[in-house]
C-alpha cells in the first residue's frame, strides 16, 4: 500500500523514528515530570497512528508494536536523562534545608525535605521553592540550581 507515491510502512518508520528523537529530547531537555508516562503514551499513539492507521499492520506484528514501540521510546527517553546528566544533572549540588541543615538532592528540591518536612527555601530571600522547577527564585530572580 502506497501514500502520496510513498510505501506506507516506509512512512511508519519514518513517524516512529521522529517519536523516537521527540522522546529523547524530552530527556535530554531534563523534563522532571513523569517521564514514563509522557514517552510511553507517545509510543503507544506513534504505534497506533504508525503501524495500526497508515500502514494497516496486521494483528501479530501490531501486538507486538504495543510493546516495543513504547519501550523504544521509554529507552530514548531515558538515554536523553542519562546525557542530561551527565552533561548538566551531576554539576548541580545539593540544597541545604534551612531549617534543619539536611542536603536535599537537586531532583527533591522542590519537595519537602525528608527529615523535617519543610519545603526548600531561597538562600537569598528565603522565599518557599515549593513546586518550583525553573531553577529561578520567583521572589528575587535568585539562580538556585547551579550554585547551592
Known amino acids: 500500500m502506497t501514500l502520496f507515491g510513498v510505501d506506507s510502512g516506509l512512512i511508519a518508520f519514518v513517524l516512529e523514528i521522529i517519536a523516537f528523537i521527540g522522546c529523547f529530547v524530552i530527556g535530554v531537555a531534563g523534563y522532571r515530570g513523569r517521564l514514563n508516562r509522557v514517552s510511553t503514551s507517545i509510543g503507544l499513539v506513534t504505534h497506533v497512528i504508525g503501524r495500526m492507521i497508515i500502514a494497516g499492520g496486521e494483528p501479530p506484528a501490531s501486538v507486538v508494536g504495543f510493546i516495543v514501540t513504547p519501550l523504544y521510546c521509554l529507552i530514548a527517553a531515558y538515554i536523553g536523562r542519562g546525557i542530561w546528566w551527565l552533561y548538566a544533572g551531576r554539576h548541580l549540588k545539593p540544597y541545604t534545608c534551612h531549617s534543619c541543615g539536611h542536603k536535599i538532592p537537586?531532583?527533591?528540591?522542590?519537595?519537602?525535605?525528608?527529615?523535617?518536612?519543610?519545603?526548600?527555601?531561597?538562600?537569598?530571600?528565603?522565599?518557599?521553592?515549593?513546586e518550583n522547577v525553573s531553577g529561578r527564585c520567583p521572589e528575587c530572580g535568585h539562580e538556585f540550581g547551579k550554585e547551592l
Open 106 to 130: 537537586y531532583e527533591h528540591a522542590t519537595s519537602r525535605c525528608p527529615k523535617c518536612g519543610e519545603f526548600a527555601r531561597c538562600a537569598t530571600c528565603r522565599y518557599s521553592l515549593r
